[in-house]
């Protein structure tokens, strides 16, 4: 994984407020998505996606772009029906600080326990060439999800990457805050590998559009 020190400056807002929800953050951890570095600068991207877009030199930005935007969407999605930290009968389980993952055959008391100790995790598609790994509820919200991005998912499979899964939450683990002044806040977490440091930030507060660096995700 990789270790994160980031000082927030210029914080408004109540402090009360702030550090209940980093409480929060600390003990359900936060949704896994992919960062708007991921996108390019002004989504450039995605370009490629757009219809006569000429050829591009680096495929593998776009490819990996376009499959970041439907895990988002379906993330998105799973968040808004309160389903992103919960388990269904038939969806893949992503076993934490792996990339392996398990069906899921029933949700029983030890599973839910396992689930709350971030020691597995629902997962989201990277879409690609093959099955999804899921069924019933969870395979119907993603076909449906996908359903809006018929242009990137033609362009994913001409690529022809495999589909993989994703976890769609990430424990923020070692987090530690500290106002350093009236208005600067220092948060120092850790996050598993291919996790994104502004996903943290985003849970927290408005950027005012600007994008954080993360070189580490």
Not at 28 to 44: A, I
Not at 127 to 153: K, P
């Amino acid at each position: 994984g990789n270790r994160f020190r980031i000082v927030l400056r210029d914080v408004i807002g109540d402090r009360a407020v702030l550090e209940s929800r980093l409480a929060t953050l600390a003990r359900e951890g936060v949704p896994n998505y992919f960062g708007p570095q991921r996108f390019g600068r002004g989504l450039s991207n995605l370009r490629a996606l757009l219809p006569g877009a000429p050829p591009q030199r680096e495929i593998g930005f776009a490819v990996s772009a376009a499959r970041s935007l439907i895990f988002n969407a379906v993330l998105a999605e799973r968040i808004a029906q309160g389903s992103w930290n919960r388990l269904f009968v038939a969806e893949r389980a992503n076993l934490d600080g792996r990339n392996s993952s398990f069906v899921v055959e029933t949700v029983d008391a030890t599973l839910e326990a396992r689930l709350a100790e971030f020691d597995v995790h629902p997962t989201g598609p990277m879409w690609g060439e093959g099955e999804s790994g899921v069924e019933g509820v969870v395979n119907d919200l993603e076909q449906h999800v996908a359903t809006r991005f018929a242009d990137a998912i033609e362009f994913v499979t001409a690529a022809r990457v495999e589909f993989a899964r994703r976890p769609l939450r990430v424990a923020v683990r070692e987090f530690e805050w500290a106002w350093l002044d009236a208005d600067a806040l220092q948060l120092s977490f850790a996050l598993r590998a291919g996790s994104f440091a502004t996903a943290v930030i985003r849970e927290l507060l408005d950027s005012g559009g600007e994008v954080l660096e993360d070189e580490h995700a």
